[in-house]
T-cell receptor, first 113, second 114 residues
């Protein structure tokens, strides 16, 4: 089954403790991205990657890192989480650019206390 | 700059009545437009997309949307609401200038009253 898989689904952590949210897709898509969803703001793009070893900032990149060492994986790293990063996070993948739809993971609900 | 405005943050309809969720966009180029649905505690699922072919686009679960360039609108409609349609709906735009990015509206929460 074609899918985007995120782990974990739920995470509670403390301020400053490094964490990684994993994302994997099995559709051989070149393009992957991370979003955060906050009430009243919709989804905002954090980082995206057009292919292996190619990443770029989205609209809200501060406090986040990503890497794309393999085509299928695109982990999101919070080196020193803060409470304002409490949010619902989605990973997505697409075949290519403009006209193609994105496939989304199930989401990771992160709480930073 | 690209942007999407969903004109209603909440819409309530009675079961069996029509649904209208409004979306206006701004784009410097010919846009691609999408509607996604998010059911509670679920990921986002594509309802339909417009990519410069027919202006009336049919999607899943009886939804459709019409691209109106003169009005810069892409409203989502359904003739008869079902209880299972209760969810959050997002309008999304991308274009040549932002081919690598989706821009999301802030979402419309649809409530269906039995």
């Amino acid at each position: 089954e074609a899918q985007v898989t995120q782990n974990p689904r739920y995470l509670i952590t403390v301020t400053g403790k490094k964490l990684t949210v994993t994302c994997s897709q099995n559709m051989n898509h070149e393009y992957m991205s991370w979003y955060r969803q906050d009430p009243g703001l919709g989804l905002r793009q954090i980082y995206y990657s057009m292919n292996v070893e190619v990443t770029d900032k989205g609209d809200v990149p501060e406090g986040y890192k990503v890497s794309r060492k393999e085509k299928r994986n695109f982990p999101l790293i919070l080196e020193s989480p803060s409470p304002n990063q409490t949010s619902l996070y989605f990973c997505a993948s697409r075949i290519g650019q403009m006209n193609t739809e994105a496939f989304f993971g199930q989401g990771t609900r992160l709480t930073v206390v | 700059a690209q942007s999407v405005t969903q004109l209603d943050s909440h819409v309530s309809v009675s079961e069996g009545t029509p649904v209208l969720l409004r979306c206006n966009y701004s784009s410097s180029y010919s846009p691609s437009l999408f509607w996604y649905v998010q059911h509670p505690n679920k990921g986002l699922q594509l309802l339909l997309k417009y990519t410069s072919a027919a202006t009336l686009v049919k999607g899943i679960n009886g939804f459709e949307a019409e691209f109106k360039k003169s009005e810069t609108s892409f409203h989502l409609t359904k003739p008869s609401a079902h209880m299972s349609d209760a969810a959050e709906y997002f309008c999304v735009v991308s274009d040549m200038n932002t081919g690598n990015q989706f821009y999301f509206g802030t979402g419309t929460s649809l409530t269906v009253i039995p």
